[in-house]
């Protein structure tokens, strides 16, 4: 069983210092009671990073600190970390975003409803991302295949063409909100399809590269990687501690085996941060052009139904024209991370602590993360 001692490696100016006491005080609080094994916090504030923290521990039987670079499996962030290398790639004009899915995948042609019914139309790509392509949804029986052994070792174009045979839609394309990672997997096997790249080679040369993001990649890349360098992965037993987790997947795997498109990239808190960073910047990076004016407003838009953006990131809040003002994503693994337009703020709040599991955890610390930028305490 776990206890795990405050490990801190704050870099902040020494007024933000003060200025952030809550939640240094909420993190200590945190390991000494069991919520959190360890993480990593980030704050920036109108482009200045103001609060920087790794806490607790990656690996509590060795001792290794969890610093704000300690590489992570970041989850579901995954989808809109995905969803702007697509939107990059529309940008240059590589990718139609709006065109049916089958055009890409012929095992889309004949798709069917549960009800037998033939589907009125193939979803788009951008259906696909904001999670309202009809296809199955994760929390549905059969839902998260990449956990299924039928997958391991295959192909990600393999597993999609099985999700075409044995997995029929349960509403039209359009129609509703329905949280999907299977939807992402079949995204992730039209950008390969188009862009004649694997998944992983489209995610470096698309995002990482031009952005600078080097601590971030799908895990399936490169087995020859350090994958001691990872967070170990904790979940809480029916005493209510926490426990280290068996690995659900194998690091010596051949490259380019299949994994959850939308679940399984590799990243570190900092990576994230210059991902935000662009998007804070209305899609610019060192004062270059990453996405195009039209595409970064398409990438943030509202979809016609529920609550994602077309790129894949949940909308938080709104203001009173319907503008996105707040987004974000969070993570099965214990990650969570949002950009506050209106207040130039964002917040990265990762640990490796399973999500269902430290959820409060995850909730506070963005409230008190929010309490210390404004200075206003919540009731």
């Not at 360890?38 to 290794?64: H, M, P």
């Not at 951008?126 to 052994?149: D, M, Q, V, Y």
């Not at 969570?336 to 490796?352: E, H, M, N, P, R």
Request: hydrophobic letters at 35%; proline letters at 5%.
């Amino acid at each position: 069983m776990l206890v795990a001692a405050t490990v801190f490696a704050v870099a902040a100016p020494s007024e933000a210092q003060d200025r952030f006491a809550p939640l240094r005080t909420f993190l200590d609080t945190s390991l000494k009671d069991g919520s959190v094994a360890g993480g990593a916090i980030l704050v920036i504030e109108k482009g200045k990073t103001v609060f920087e923290t790794g806490f607790g521990y990656a690996d509590v039987e060795s001792k290794r600190p969890f610093e704000p670079d300690t590489r992570l499996t970041i989850a579901s962030i995954s989808k809109p970390v995905l969803g702007t290398a697509a939107f990059r790639l529309m940008d240059a004009g590589k990718l139609n975003g709006t065109d049916p899915v089958s055009k890409y995948i012929p095992e889309f042609r004949q798709a069917k409803l549960a009800t037998g019914k033939p589907v009125n139309r193939s979803p788009t790509v951008i259906e696909l991302f904001s999670h309202t392509s009809g296809i199955r949804r994760s929390n549905a029986t059969g839902g998260r295949p990449w956990l299924a052994k039928w997958t391991r070792g295959q192909r990600l174009r393999d597993v999609v063409a099985e999700y075409a045979r044995e997995f029929p839609f349960e509403a039209e394309p359009g129609t509703r909100f329905a949280y999907s990672g299977i939807g992402t997997d079949l995204a992730a096997a039209v950008l390969e399809t188009t862009a004649e790249r694997t998944r992983n080679q489209i995610l470096l040369d698309e995002l990482c590269g031009p952005l600078g993001m080097n601590d971030t990649f799908y895990r399936d890349f490169d087995p020859r990687r350090d994958w001691s360098l990872l967070a170990t992965s904790y979940r809480r037993g029916h005493d209510g501690k926490l426990f280290a987790s068996v690995r659900s997947w194998d690091p010596g795997t051949p490259p380019d085996s299949y994994t959850s498109s939308g679940g399984s990239i590799v990243s570190t808190a900092r990576d994230m941060a210059v991902w935000l960073s662009m998007i804070r910047k209305q899609g610019m990076h060192n004062g270059k052009r990453y996405l195009s004016e039209r595409m970064f407003a398409a990438m943030l838009s509202p979809a016609g139904v529920g609550n994602r953006a077309q790129g894949g990131l949940h909308i938080r809040e709104k203001d009173a024209d319907g503008k996105p003002i707040v987004l974000g994503h969070g993570g099965s693994t214990g990650t969570d991370c949002w950009i506050d337009l209106k207040q130039d703020a964002i917040s990265i709040v990762f640990t490796q602590t399973a999500a269902k599991h430290n959820r409060k955890f995850t909730a506070r610390a963005s409230r008190c993360i929010k309490e210390c930028l404004t200075g206003k305490t919540g009731n």
